[in-house]
T-cell receptor, first 116, second 111 residues
Framework: DGGITQSPKYLFRKEGQNVTLSCEQNLNHDAMYWYRQDPGQGLRLIYYSQIVNDFQKGDIAEGYSVSREKKESFPLTVTSAQKNPTAFYLC???????????????FGPGTRLTVL | RKEVEQDPGPFNVPEGATVAFNCTYSNSASQSFFWYRQDCRKEPKLLMSVYSSGNEDGRFTAQLNRASQYISLLIRDSKLSDSATYLCVVNFPTGANNLFFGTGTRLTVIP
């Protein structure tokens, strides 16, 4: 089955620790995205990547880092510099990373991160 | 002004009712429009794309008004299973396929 997987589903982190969230897709999509969702707010873009070995900052990149060494994988590291990391993190992919209409994004099931 | 604005609701409607949501967007150059559905503590899932001519999928109808910069979603004959949060999503005409998400409108269908 084609799709996007994220792991872990739940993650607990102590203050001062870095953690890495996994995102894998087998849809052969070029573009991948990371969002965070907080209660009462819309999804906010953290980072995105249109092609392997390239990525761009989104609206709230501070305190996060990513890599895109393989087309299928786009891990997100939440560093200790992120002041308020507790949130629901969603990874998405889309079939075309360039200017195009009607290229919806498909989401993984999300990782719920809690800082203790 | 937010890129995408929606009435957060909640909308509480009885089974069988017709309910409509509107959403406004700020960038007149936007080209792609979607409605996503998000169940509690789950990921958003595409409900339907919104085309210039309007489109229908069963009980769901989406329409786009470019002049007024809003899109709408109409749900007819509401089912209990329609209870969810509906996200209005708009692309912005940059080089990337970036989407902007509204905060969502919460719908509860009551037996």
């Amino acid at each position: 089955d084609g799709g996007i997987t994220q792991s872990p589903k739940y993650l607990f982190r102590k203050e001062g620790q870095n953690v890495t969230l996994s995102c894998e897709q087998n849809l052969n999509h070029d573009a991948m995205y990371w969002y965070r969702q907080d209660p009462g707010q819309g999804l906010r873009l953290i980072y995105y990547s249109q092609i392997v070995n390239d990525f761009q900052k989104g609206d709230i990149a501070e305190g996060y880092s990513v890599s895109r060494e393989k087309k299928e994988s786009f891990p997100l590291t939440v560093t200790s510099a992120q002041k308020n990391p507790t949130a629901f993190y969603l990874c998405a992919s889309s079939g075309y990373g360039g200017r195009s209409s009607y290229n919806e994004q498909f989401f993984g099931p999300g990782t719920r991160l809690t800082v203790l | 002004r937010k890129e995408v604005e929606q009435d957060p609701g909640p909308f509480n409607v009885p089974e069988g009712a017709t309910v409509a949501f509107n959403c406004t967007y700020s960038n007149s150059a936007s080209q792609s429009f979607f409605w996503y559905r998000q169940d509690c503590r789950k990921e958003p899932k595409l409900l339907m794309s919104v085309y210039s001519s309007g489109n229908e999928d069963g009980r769901f109808t989406a329409q786009l008004n470019r002049a007024s910069q809003y899109i709408s979603l109409l749900i007819r004959d509401s089912k209990l299973s329609d209870s969810a949060t509906y996200l209005c999503v708009v692309n912005f005409p940059t080089g990337a396929n970036n989407l902007f998400f509204g905060t969502g409108t919460r719908l509860t269908v009551i037996p």
